[in-house]
């Protein structure tokens, strides 16, 4: 009970830093620099020119190419641990494995290869930069030449080492644009998972939950801990306006929705 108790308190924390955060960085640096990098959960829009090889149109010269708008959202940071709780037994891993997990959406009308159509690298927070490894469907012996159809949406991964040496902070996504490259960065932080809440649930994480409705103006009552009817009745329109069923269960995917700095205050 204790363990829950301290994990459960350590979640709430974590989310009312990374609401901190966002708050802060918006005030700051253009979305998208080191000063204000993407956050998980955060969409980047852009457009990948490439060439008739799929590969980026590095120079203005290259008159012949395909415009591609792009969105790329970071996931997940997958530590060390994920990959020893995983593979260690199968594969000669020596705890230095990382990962990012990452969804992109291929807006455009042409077919592309993202490991071939643009760049993912890794950056420490001094600056040193790593290439990783190449960008596949997997976190593991995944497909490196995985395909984006026009429309399609998939989830990929970029696998690198991650040591005390060498601790990548950003992830970096670069793209070409007007023969001329273009780079975002993205947080490397591995992301909370929230306990699920319904009707009959108590605790601090309903304490939380009814706060962040109360100041988003979809509860107007009191943080008790006590998840009941009016909760639920703010959850199931705070879903709604956040684009979700409207089912009254405050999970994992909601929770991570409501605490972010975007999320729409009721109207």
Do not use: H
């Not at 790593?130 to 984006?148: E, H």
């Not at 998840?227 to 409207?246: C, H, I, K, M, S």
């Amino acid at each position: 009970m204790l363990m829950k108790t301290m994990l459960r308190g350590a979640c709430l924390a974590l989310a009312l830093l990374l609401l901190a955060m966002s708050f802060a960085a918006a005030e700051g640096a253009p979305k998208g620099t080191r000063e204000n990098p993407y956050r998980l959960g955060d969409v980047c829009a852009f457009t990948a020119e490439v060439l008739a090889d799929g590969s980026p149109r590095r120079s203005a010269d290259e008159e012949e190419f395909t415009a591609v708008p792009m969105e790329m959202r970071l996931d997940n940071y997958l530590p060390p641990a994920y990959f020893a709780g995983r593979y260690r037994q199968g594969f000669k891993f020596d705890g230095t494995e990382a990962g990012a997990q990452v969804t992109m959406v291929n807006g455009g009308e042409a077919e592309i290869v993202p490991q071939d159509a643009f760049w993912l690298t890794l950056e420490t927070e001094d600056g040193a930069q790593a290439t990783g490894f190449q960008l596949m469907d997997a976190p593991l012996l995944g497909n490196y030449g995985v395909t984006l159809q026009p429309g399609e949406e998939k989830t990929l991964y970029k696998r690198f080492e991650q040591t005390p040496e060498a601790q990548a902070a950003y992830l970096v996504l670069t793209w070409c644009e007007g023969g001329e490259k273009i780079s975002r960065y993205f947080l490397l932080e591995e992301r909370a998972i929230y306990p699920t809440l319904e009707n009959g649930s108590r605790g601090e994480d309903v304490t939380a939950l009814q706060a962040r409705l109360i100041e988003l103006g979809y509860l107007d009552d009191d943080a008790d801990g006590i998840f009941g009817p009016n909760t639920e009745g703010a959850v199931r329109a705070a879903r709604e306006a956040a684009g979700l069923d409207d089912s009254g269960l405050a999970d994992d995917e909601f929770q991570f929705a409501l605490f972010r700095a975007d999320f729409p205050a009721a109207e």
